[in-house]
Structures are given as structure tokens and as C-alpha cells.
T-cell receptor, first 111, second 113 residues
Framework: RKEVEQDPGPFNVPEGATVAFNCTYS??????FFWYRQDCRKEPKLLMS???SGNEDGRFTAQLNRASQYISLLIRDSKLSDSATYLC????????????FGAGTILRVKS | EPEVTQTPSHQVTQMGQEVILRCVPI?????FYWYRQILGQKVEFLVS????????KSEIFDDQFSVERPDGSNFTLKIRSTKLEDSAMYFC???????????FGPGTRLTVL
């Protein structure tokens, strides 16, 4: 089983749509969780950290279900500029070292 | 807003040559990382560095790789004898003490011919 698994997509959605991405992770001891976005041939950019209580930042909402080892990202009112690859990222150890990346989910928002 | 910087943005080298990739982490960060991303593949961890020593490394980070913090600002990745399969984007990242979030530089695209 892959350490971090994501649906590769692509998700093709119209502007204004709501879209949700899911991710599962295999290491039940994982402590920290993140969503990064990556534009073509650019660096991963931190979108948001994911907390057990869930968190929201504007149009973006992230949820964590530790029992199911499942992370989600919801994007409301999609913009053309949201088109990117969304990376689910897990840190197996709290304040530890490496980040483990999923392969990413491609989002294309069309006018 | 402080950011991680990397030089060069693109490096082309011949197989067997040594390359040094340079990074300037965010100034008050103490934890430094190198990752790589082969074209079309996921981002992979190479090595983490804290307090002037390697704290963790992956299987990819073999004897051909080394890291160094030669001064108070730079963090380098050296590949001693490059192979074709070393062609990838190499990203440097850093994080602050007490926080889990890592911030990435723009990357160096390494092309080995």
C-alpha cells in the first residue's frame, strides 16, 4: 500500500463549482498533515495544515479523520487560478523530519 | 515575506561530473531539507539537516550525495558523480523550530547528459 494515496484526476470543473479531494495515508502513527499546491514545474506551496478539528481558510476547508486515516480538501467557488496539482502531504512524526507526498490530484477550472 | 532561495535555477552537466546545488533557507529557520522530483513523479524526501548534522536520510541519499552548511546562510547539496537518473528538480525546504510547516524554494532543475 502506498504511504499516501490520492486520486490523480484530473478534475475538470467550471468556475464557481465546489470540488473535493480525498487522500488516505497508511502510517497510523502520522502526526501532521498538510495540503500543498503545485503549479506546473514550480515548487510545492503550502496551502494549509490539517488539524483533527478541521480547519477553514476562506474558500478552502480541510478535514482529518484519524480513525479512517483519511484527509480531505474542499474548495468552494472555484476560480481559474485554482487550477493546479494538489498534494496531500503527511509528516510521520510530530516535529520530525521528512514529509511524505502523495502523487497529487490535478484540478482544472474552466470558464 | 521571507522565502527560500535556490541557485542555479537550471544546471546542465555531463554524466560523471560533480554538481553543487545551493540554497539559502529562511533566516530564522533551523531545520533544512532536500527533496527531489523526477519529471512526472511525486516529490521524494532526500535528507534532513539540523544542528550541522544529518538527522535523517532516504535510500536515495547514497554515498554520492552529501550536504553541508558552509556558513550561516547557505545549505548545499553535492552530487559527486552524476548519473542520468539524477536528472530531476531538486527542492530545498526549511522550517522553524516549534512548527511543522516546511517552506520550499523554487527548485533547481538538474539535467544530466
Amino acid at each position: 500500500r502506498k504511504e499516501v494515496e490520492q486520486d490523480p484526476g484530473p478534475f475538470n470543473v467550471p468556475e464557481g463549482a465546489t470540488v473535493a479531494f480525498n487522500c488516505t495515508y497508511s502510517n497510523s502513527a502520522s502526526q501532521s498533515f498538510f495540503w500543498y499546491r503545485q503549479d506546473c514545474r514550480k515548487e510545492p506551496k503550502l496551502l494549509m495544515s490539517v488539524y483533527s478539528s478541521g480547519n477553514e481558510d476562506g474558500r478552502f476547508t480541510a478535514q482529518l479523520n484519524r480513525a479512517s486515516q483519511y484527509i480531505s480538501l474542499l474548495i468552494r467557488d472555484s476560480k481559474l487560478s485554482d487550477s493546479a496539482t494538489y498534494l496531500c502531504v503527511v509528516n510521520p512524526l510530530e516535529y520530525g523530519n521528512k514529509l511524505v507526498f502523495g502523487a497529487g490530484t490535478i484540478l482544472r477550472v474552466k470558464s | 515575506e521571507p522565502e527560500v532561495t535556490q541557485t542555479p535555477s537550471h544546471q546542465v552537466t555531463q554524466m560523471g561530473q560533480e554538481v553543487i546545488l545551493r540554497c539559502v533557507p529562511i533566516s530564522n529557520h533551523l531545520y533544512f531539507y532536500w527533496y527531489r522530483q523526477i519529471l512526472g513523479q511525486k516529490v521524494e524526501f532526500l535528507v534532513s539537516f539540523y544542528n550541522n548534522e544529518i538527522s535523517e536520510k532516504s535510500e536515495i541519499f547514497d554515498d554520492q550525495f552529501s550536504v553541508e552548511r558552509p556558513d550561516g546562510s547557505n545549505f548545499t547539496l553535492k552530487i559527486r558523480s552524476t548519473k542520468l537518473e539524477d536528472s530531476a528538480m531538486y527542492f530545498c525546504a526549511s522550517r522553524s523550530s516549534g512548527y511543522n510547516e516546511q517552506f520550499f524554494g523554487p527548485g533547481t532543475r538538474l539535467t544530466v547528459l
